[in-house]
């Protein structure tokens, strides 16, 4: 059994933010698998996404109940080998899973930041994780790989860090957010924050926007399930039920499945932090950093690239995917892309175990020939 | 200038529901343009979609600025032309636009129904429009046309009433909602259930759970544009910047736009019609009937069909309204069916104007054809 455990890193400088505004304290909840080789060329950097956290694999306990949440593709053998590679993972500033966030303590005031917590990046989280690599005396990640928000953030170390990453896996990801990506997150927010105990943030630990929070969940919920998976496993089956009720709670199976997940959600995750995270994620835009050329955003890349995206994904469509390889190609990146058939939408990138880890497992081989060579 | 007024129309006898339960007392609200022809003929009831109402051409006054909902498709002269058709359109039971629904006066109690008002079906909004066409003393209407929402409500006509319709045109709708239809009307009413005003449906005139209606709105709003249209409209434009805020407010125009959507329909609709008229719509499947199988639901069926349907529509996509379609050619219906090329999504029922009203205009014109050889 792989055991893990968190660890935590404090910034030894301030960060300065995409906003303009300095974070003064930060701590990086992270944790390793494996081993880092003599030469440090064995480290692979994994991002989370949006509601992920640090503990990406392998249990904390010997009774631990629930290894980390990418623990079927890492760990001794498998396809993210930790006999072979030394795995970090760490969470994202602005979450609430360890790293600095607004719920933290503002050590100007002594009080959480709550929404006085500045407004992060997604480049502000990975100029974090860069100092973190940095402490662990890593010059050189082997490879970058995240899903959803992990891919945007994999991105930006490619154009950020570029002689920091040999190669980097965005999977199930977009260059920018649109317009319906940002409307739902809007509306996501806006259910929290019309929550009554959300109190412009300032909730206390024991009156939680949980209803709103849960609603802003399962609406995201549903943005990662295709409309034909949805089909198949509820369809329009009722709920322990032959008949309608004639009632409007949880009558069919999908409603009380999407409660279940809203439920789940508030016991694990932070409303502030919802907000912050989602917002990270409307402001993804790296073309406009270029006057929306994103071919010259990736300008800077020297990483080999592995695009992957899903044929049911409708929240980062394979065309999504499809931009960036083209933006890449232009610079003469090494570039290899694969759309998974696949008919889980969005949430395949953590349910097309098998395809997508013989993918990226045999990526790594190659890079590693190349780096050897 | 086409003047309409809205009329009422008390039904006789008490109102048997799918639910088992009884209205004692229902009021339908109504309008109607144009003459009724001395043989009757000349009749088309059109259905209105959720948030509409039975304002559904002209104006209510020479000074009213606005007219109604689709006055660019039916008055004198128009695609469907009131100088030759007698056009009669009223609110859904369950509504909040003058027919009886939630916020009505319960007879037995004296105070408004909320949420004791009985779960109501579409079939349910249709029984109570034949009583009013009966009382009309029209035996056949000439036409049952309705998008979406009223789509489902023109096929109940074709199946419940196969004698007293001559052709139905229903547009951008389903034979039943998906699990992801259905997940999002949820979704949609916990955000209202979570308003702090909602009070269980108790709210009063003044206390209205706002927020909660507007956030439920905003979310629909999304599902009715396409992906397409609205990066098309908005794209990722800030609103009044021309950089990030680094705030939550409105920092997007798409964001404004959906706030702006959301203010306005708290002005008009009512948040418990919009949870009993969203819970209609989920409970509407065709199929379920007669054990799944379409075909036989529309065994009765007389009338002859013109299907729409748009090609960026993803909330009831083309696939819907094909088996639709199939389904009639197997009880060998004659079935027209169309799917108009459109960017607008859902919406473009009632935009794609030119498009869909000629369409309709010819339809009604070779089936009165037909009705007079």
Not at 159 to 185: G, H, K, M, R, W
Not at 196 to 207: E, F, I, L, R, V
Not at 339 to 357: C, K, P, Q, R
Request: glycine share 8%; hydrophobic share 35%.
């Amino acid at each position: 059994m792989l055991l893990v455990e968190p660890k935590n890193f404090q910034l030894q400088e301030p960060l300065e933010l995409d906003c303009g505004r300095v974070l003064k304290q930060v701590n990086i909840r992270y944790e390793t698998a494996g081993t880092l080789a003599p030469d440090k060329s064995n480290a692979i950097l994994i991002e989370h996404a949006l509601s992920g956290d640090a503990h990406v694999c392998g249990r904390h306990a010997e009774s631990d109940p629930k290894p980390g949440w990418w623990d079927e593709v890492i760990g001794p053998g498998k396809y993210i080998d930790t006999d072979k590679y030394f795995v970090i993972c760490s969470n994202v500033i602005g979450g609430c899973s360890g790293s600095t966030g607004p719920r933290s303590v503002d050590p100007d005031t002594g009080n959480p930041y709550n929404m006085d917590f500045p407004v992060i990046t997604i480049r502000d989280m990975v100029r974090a994780q860069k100092r973190l690599i940095d402490h662990l005396g890593i010059n050189k990640l082997l490879s970058v790989i995240g899903g959803s928000m992990g891919g945007m953030q994999a991105m930006e170390w490619a154009i950020n860090y570029p002689e920091s990453v040999d190669c980097i896996i965005p999977i199930a990801t977009t260059s920018q957010l649109t317009s319906q990506n940002i409307a739902f997150d809007w509306v996501g927010r806006e259910a929290i924050q019309g929550d009554p105990n959300w109190n412009k943030g300032n909730y206390s630990a024991d009156h939680i926007p949980q209803k709103g929070l849960a609603t802003a969940r399962m609406l995201a919920h549903i943005t990662y399930l295709s409309d034909e998976s949805m089909s198949r496993k509820f369809g329009r089956e009722l709920q322990d039920a032959d008949s309608y009720r004639f009632a409007f709670n949880r009558d069919f199976a999908v409603e009380s499945y999407l409660e279940y997940q809203g439920r789940r959600f508030v016991e694990r995750f932070d409303a502030n932090s919802y907000c912050y995270i989602t917002r990270a994620t409307d402001y993804f835009d790296l073309a406009s950093r270029c006057g929306g050329d994103l071919a010259k955003a990736f300008e800077p890349v020297k990483s080999a690239f592995l695009v992957v995206s899903f044929s049911s994904d409708w929240l980062f469509p394979t065309e999504e995917s499809i931009k960036i390889v083209r933006a890449l190609l232009k610079n003469r990146v090494n570039v290899t892309f694969c759309e998974i058939e696949s008919s889980y939408g969005h949430d395949a990138f953590l349910l097309e175990v098998e395809t997508l880890g013989t993918m990226i497992r045999d990526f790594l081989r190659n890079r590693q020939k190349v780096s050897n060579d």
